[in-house]
């Protein structure tokens, strides 16, 4: 990052301009930022103060920036800044910096080669320091900037605990998971272990930090706060750092605590405080705010379209728990026969079977609800889907609504059990069995299974129908066209000639003109078209036929072809 220029954060400090930060952080002109730091923290502009926690946030170890970090920590403490105290918490807690190293060494009692894990701090940083010029604060002062951090929270503690509960509340939002993910991470944060599990077992503190007590995991903490009492009276406020907490660590603390001493009440707690709860990115939320949900006092005052909302979540345990309320507090009289399928084709089973219950229960009417239902060919779970189409095709075969167009849309679905079902509606049906329409779909089909059931549903239409019949037409061109090759070209001339000979017939034929032409190559196109062209000169109504059914293929002038 380029050096910062002095006028610049100059300028940006009096235009209130949030780049100010960026322009602090590139900075290592060490007094002229310890000379700015009375200035930036007595500005009582929402400006000053935003800026300050974003410099804070940072994590305070830039170079040359160790007298600015002290000068504004001392004005916050001798303030008695809650707010900015709270941030200069976590970031100290950052400050410790150690790493875990894999080392290999000999055994001479097992005689060989073993491996171990050691934990060593950061050797980039001296042990002590008291040249003003160093860049970076000693490992020793970094223990010590923790320590005087939190005696500030110990203090308002010991007089008053309901403000030390407020003012930790501030800070623990603050600290995030890769903040402590690590063992030797969480052990360095002295001012969060103090403030939520010091009085835990699984802890021990020694003149160098905290370690786990002989014998214990840190899977085993549970909250035991320096002050209690800070944590009493509370519900409202652990509910939004369950909210707003961005470590694991400060979520499972809240979590328990709310569990455990809150356990009575959480029924009191507003449906929308859960919904909002419900939509947090981690599970554990999730789960607890829909165990929570069950006996919610207001459950009934939730909008159909936060219900809906929340079954969009993922954490299997906390959707299932919701799709049950649904199912219990939610009439299907409520959604729309779209909704129900847009239920249907959700990827998690529980949804989707709630969706599909629902749209059975629906009374349909008109191509309309036909249409609808076809969604339910693009369902995500398996199970459903089939369900869901065994009942559609169904319904297909009954409605005398039913039109071609409504069972190729199944027949071009990417599931290959929703096209067995078109296909066996298809062949079941007399009114789809000779659709042009249908054939034209079986035969431009990507899909194996779909060519598969063309070319035994051809031998066997060509072998049941009379020769020379349309159908039998139909069969051996499209039957040609599969096989490929020379066939291809023989069933295009075949099918152009008898449009030639049958002009009554182009209605019928065209559309399998069409299949045929766009099966060959642009070359062996031409002595089709110039045979149809010839019988358009003839006969006009040839000409309006193919305007309608293959507007693709212009004839410019019938004077032309004679």
């Known amino acids: 990052m380029p050096a910062a220029s002095s006028l610049l954060l100059e300028e940006l400090f ?4 949030l780049r100010f930060v960026d322009e602090v952080l590139a900075s290592t002109a060490a007094r002229r930022l310890k000379a700015f730091a009375e200035r930036w923290y007595k500005d009582s502009r929402h400006f000053a103060r935003e800026a300050l926690h974003r410099y804070i ?39 410790i910096k150690r790493h875990i190293r894999t080392v290999q060494g000999w055994d001479y009692r097992l005689h060989q080669t073993v491996k171990s894990v050691v934990v060593e701090p950061d050797k980039t940083v001296r042990l002590t320091s008291r040249a003003e010029t160093d860049p970076h604060f000693s490992r020793r002062t970094r223990r010590y900037l923790q320590r005087r951090a939190f005696r500030y929270f110990r203090r308002i503690g010991t007089k008053d605990p309901a403000r030390h509960g407020r003012a930790v509340r501030i800070a623990l939002p603050l ?3 890769e903040h402590l993910d690590s063992a030797p991470k969480l052990l360095d944060s002295w001012g969060l272990l103090h403030v939520l599990y010091i009085g835990s077992p699984v802890l021990s503190r020694i003149p160098r930090g905290i370690v786990l007590a ?20 509370c519900l409202g406020d652990l509910v939004t750092l369950l909210k707003k907490a961005q470590s694991r660590t400060v979520r499972a603390f809240a979590l328990s605590l709310l569990r455990n001493d809150y356990g009575a009440s959480l029924h ?6 859960l919904r909002a709860l419900l939509l947090s990115p981690h599970e554990e939320v999730q789960t607890f705010a829909a165990e929570v949900l069950r006996n919610a006092r207001d459950i009934h005052l939730l909008p159909i379209a936060d219900w809906l909302e929340l079954l969009t979540i993922e954490t299997p345990t906390a959707l299932d728990i919701v ?68 009942w ?20 071009d679905a990417r599931h290959s059990n929703v096209r067995a079902h078109a296909m066996g509606l298809m062949a079941r049906d007399p009114r789809f069995r000779d659709a042009p329409l249908l054939w034209t779909a079986l035969t431009e ?14 031998e066997d239409r060509g072998a049941s129908v009379s020769e020379g019949s349309l159908r039998h037409v139909w069969a051996t061109v499209l039957l040609g066209i599969h096989r490929g090759s020379r066939s291809k070209r023989r069933a295009l001339s075949q099918v152009a000639a008898r449009v030639a000979r049958h002009p009554d017939q182009a209605e019928s034929l065209l559309p399998l003109l069409g299949i045929a032409l766009r099966s060959v190559r642009p070359p062996e196109r031409l002595a089709a078209l110039a045979a149809v062209a010839s019988a358009a000169a003839r006969t006009p109504a040839l000409l309006d036929a193919l305007a309608r059914t293959l507007p693709e293929i212009r004839i410019e002038s019938t004077e032309a072809v004679r």
């Open 175 to 177: 600290y995030r998971d």
């Open 268 to 273: 009191t707690l507003p449906v929308m405080r």
């Open 214 to 233: 002989p014998g214990h995991a840190l899977s085993e903490l549970v909250p035991a706060p320096i002050y209690p009492a800070a944590w009493q009276g």
């Open 445 to 458: 089909s990507p899909y194996d299974d779909v060519r598969a059931f063309l070319v035994r549903h051809l």
């Open 57 to 95: 946030d940072d994590g305070c170890d830039r170079p040359h920036h160790r007298p600015l970090v002290k000068a504004l920590f001392k004005m916050a403490e001798a303030a008695g800044d809650d707010d900015a105290m709270a941030h200069f918490l976590v970031a100290f807690d950052r400050l």
């Open 323 to 390: 799709c049950e309320l649904v199912a219990k507090h939610v009439s299907s009289s409520r959604l729309s026969l779209a909704d129900c399928v847009a239920l249907g084709c959700q990827r998690p089973a529980p949804v989707a079977e709630l969706g599909l219950a629902w749209a059975r229960t629906k009374r349909l009417s008109g191509e309309g609800d036909l249409i609808t239902l076809l969604g339910f060919a693009k369902a995500e779970s398996p199970r459903v889907r089939d369900q869901a189409v065994e």
């Open 392 to 411: 559609v095709t169904g319904l297909l075969e009954k409605s005398l609504q039913t039109l071609p167009v409504h069972v190729r849309e199944l027949l």
């Open 14 to 17: 009096a235009a209130g301009d």
